[in-house]
Each structure stands twice: as structure tokens, then as C-alpha cells.
């Protein structure tokens, strides 16, 4: 099978392209577990992560990729949720325990890091991780929904707040576009305030109907309940903190973040960041009930799924406009038919 490979921590300033291509032995299910061929792949900042060495898969070479689309090809020993031909997705969690802390279980293993994801023709997994489609998506679409989708949907859960609260969003790419429409459609009464360093990113933002948006440090008209925080930088924690309500909540959605601009975070002050019971609180992983609960409610809302497309083997290209900010939506890599 063709895929997209990475063999080891690569710098973008030592190299453009960190991924090579490859021919694969396709793999074979079993007890349990599915092959899918796999029609698209979303492309995450947590392969970026990957890559540049803020959370090293295992072992090398490993195919990247966690949020995948396809259809059943084949099934394996005692395998019986889902018929051959059926379309399913897969997102970050590629096993664990089962249980209600699975994301943060020490069995929780991880698609496209600790084993191969889906920058690939076919990938295997267990069928208990494997998740329907509605039918109201493209591929292409359904793509970013098993990632930057369901961990947004995570994080506006732990974010705790109610209908006719005040959001903050802070950061505004593939995830933070969809939770803006799901917090819409889930607090109509509630307003979301959104927070980007881009002011296309903002424009957009409004167009997708956020009640404002300004800079990142900019003064929102009323201090957030609670802010999400979904970019890779230590910046807006600061801007955030500062400007949430007290007994307001900050929610880290981020893998890891980078460390260009670390030095500000010295800049802390408890006053004006921390005091009057402000919270932070980090999302780890996704659980399958996050996904299983969030696909069909991004079907009946529907939400609205920006992306761009790439090819397969312009994977390079599509991670290098993502780490450049070139971002409106999503990015998804074209591996197969879509429907």
C-alpha cells in the first residue's frame, strides 16, 4: 500500500519535507478488528508535534494520521459491528481500556504515533474504536470531525459552562471553527467570543457567527465564563487568564505546546491571572464516547466543515502551510475514491 512515512524527529528548518514515501505491506485484522480502506486523512497539529519531537511516537518509521475516514474491506476473527463496505471514521484513540478515563489510562495508545495511522491506503483497528459516519458528510468533510471535532466537543464539555454564558475561543483553525458552531447550536441563549491573532481568521469567525472577535490580547465587551484555548503557543494562556471572569475556567486543548515564546509565561502575575478562583484545565485525549456522542450531533446540526485538499503525497506541502498558519478550516489528504 502507499503511504507516507516519517523516520525520525525532523526540524522544518533542517528539512521540508519529513515525510517520505513508501511502499507498505498492507496490513491483516484481527480478533476483533477491521481493515479499512481509507478514502481521506485530516491533517492535525499534533503531527507537527510528532515531528518535531514534542510527543515522539514509540518507534520508527511510523505512518502519522488520526483522523480517517474509509470503508470496512475486511473483518477479522469474531469481528460483527460492521458489514464490509460499510463507511467509518477513526480519530486519535486507537485503544485503550474502555473505561470512563480511558483517554488518560496507561493503556491508551494512539493512532498514527504509537501505531500507524492514516496517511496510508488501509489501516487496522479494533471495531470498538471504529466509528459511523453520517451520512450528511462528505469524506472529506467527515475528516476533521474524528479530531478536531471530537476533541472540541471534549473540550467544551470540561469547559462546564451553560445556555447564556459568555465562550471565549481562543485560537481559530480546524477545531476552533466547528466549536463555535457547536456551542451555537448547544447554547443558543450563550455568546462566543472569539480571540485570533489573523483577522481572516476573525472575519471568518464573525461569518460563522461569533457574537465578536478581536486579537488575541485584545478586551473582549464581556469577560468570558470560559475560554478554550486550542493554539500551540503560551501567549494566549496569558491573554486568556486575564481576561476570564472570576470563578471563570481556562481549557487547554493542545497536545503539547511549542516553546518559541515560553519566556512570557514568567511574565505571570498572580493578581491579574490567577487570583479570584480562576481555573486551568488541559485536555488530554479523546474517549470513544466523545466521538460517539459528537458525530451525530454535528450531523443534525449539520456544522459547517471547512477544509482544503491535498493529495497524498503533497502531505509535506499541506503540514507545511498548516505550521505557517495557512489556515482556514481544515486540511485533508485525498487517498482514495471519496464519496
Known amino acids: 500500500m502507499r503511504a507516507m512515512i516519517l523516520n525520525s524527529v525532523a526540524g522544518f528548518e533542517q528539512t521540508s519535507e519529513p515525510l517520505q514515501a513508501a511502499d507498505l505491506e498492507r496490513p491483516q485484522p484481527g480478533e476483533g478488528e477491521v481493515l479499512i480502506k481509507i478514502s481521506v486523512c485530516g491533517v492535525c497539529h499534533t503531527e507537527l508535534d510528532e515531528i518535531e519531537g514534542r510527543t515522539v511516537p514509540p518507534r520508527f518509521p511510523v505512518v502519522p494520521g488520526h483522523e480517517i475516514v474509509g470503508h470496512i474491506a475486511m473483518l477479522g476473527v469474531g469481528s460483527e459491528r460492521y458489514k464490509i463496505g460499510e463507511r467509518v471514521g477513526v480519530g486519535w ?16 495508545t494512539a493512532t498514527g504515533r504509537d501505531v500507524d495511522g492514516g496517511y496510508a491506503e488501509y489501516i487496522v483497528v479494533s471495531e470498538n474504536y471504529a466509528y459511523p459516519i453520517p451520512d450528511v458528510f462528505t469524506d472529506e468533510q467527515a475528516a476533521p470531525l474524528l479530531c478536531a471535532g471530537a476533541v472540541g466537543y471534549r473540550s467544551l464539555r470540561l469547559a462546564d459552562i451553560s445556555d447564556g454564558q459568555v465562550l471565549g475561543l481562543t485560537g481559530f483553525g480546524g477545531s476552533g471553527h466547528l466549536v463555535l458552531q457547536l456551542a451555537k447550536y448547544l447554547y443558543p441563549a450563550g455568546k462566543v467570543f472569539v480571540f485570533a491573532r489573523s483577522e481572516t481568521e476573525r472575519k471568518f469567525a464573525l461569518q460563522l457567527g461569533a457574537d465578536w472577535s478581536g486579537d488575541t490580547a485584545a478586551q473582549p465587551p464581556a469577560m468570558p465564563h470560559a475560554i478554550i484555548d486550542t493554539t500551540p503557543a503560551w501567549k494566549p494562556v496569558l491573554a486568556a487568564l486575564e481576561c476570564l471572569r472570576p470563578g471563570g475556567r481556562l481549557v487547554i486543548n493542545a497536545i503539547r505546546k511549542e516553546t ?5 509565561m514568567a511574565e505571570i502575575s498572580y493578581r491579574r491571572h490567577l487570583w479570584m478562583e480562576k ?33 497524498l503525497e503533497k502531505a509535506n506541502l499541506a503540514l507545511r502551510d498548516l505550521r505557517a498558519g ?8 485525498i487517498i482514495s475514491e471519496t464519496s
Open 279 to 311: 481555573e486551568i484545565k488541559s485536555v488530554a485525549n479523546v474517549t470513544s464516547r466523545d466521538i460517539e456522542e459528537f458525530l451525530p450531533i454535528a450531523g443534525k446540526i449539520p456544522l459547517q466543515v471547512e477544509y482544503q485538499s491535498y493529495p
Open 93 to 108: 484513540i486507537h485503544s485503550s481500556s474502555g473505561g470512563a478515563d480511558e483517554n488518560i489510562d496507561a493503556l491508551f
Open 326 to 333: 495557512h489556515v482556514r478550516g481544515s486540511k485533508v489528504l
Open 260 to 264: 518559541n515564546d515560553r519566556e512570557q
